[in-house]
């Protein structure tokens, strides 16, 4: 079973705040999909309420569930997240 995993960086080396599931909040795993199919899902992030100001990134990947070992995403050996969002917090 594979999980996806959102994850909010601060200044690309602090985890500032995390979430991880199965697709569709755990009613779509991944081995349903179809090749090719395009699968869209959203993911809500719990930031803490003292969050300082900086420069964040939002960054995705996936991982598998038994073994923990993420996946290169674009192509192999092209890195385990992609970032998706930069965010300055002031």
């Known amino acids: 079973s594979l999980v996806m995993f959102v994850h909010l960086m601060r200044d690309d080396v602090e985890l500032v705040a995390q979430r991880d599931a199965v697709p569709g ?3 779509f795993p991944v081995e349903e999909w179809s090749p ?3 699968v869209r899902d959203q993911f809500a992030l719990l930031l803490p ?3 300082p100001a900086g ?3 939002i960054q995705v990947g996936v991982y598998d569930a038994t073994t923990l070992m ?3 995403l674009l192509e192999p050996g092209s ?3 992609v970032v998706v969002q930069q965010l300055d917090v002031r």
Do not use: M, Q
């Open 79 to 81: 890195g385990t997240v």
């Open 49 to 51: 309420p003292t969050l």
């Open 25 to 27: 909040n755990g009613l």
């Open 70 to 72: 993420r996946y290169s």
């Open 36 to 38: 090719g199919e395009l």
């Open 55 to 57: 420069d964040y990134k």
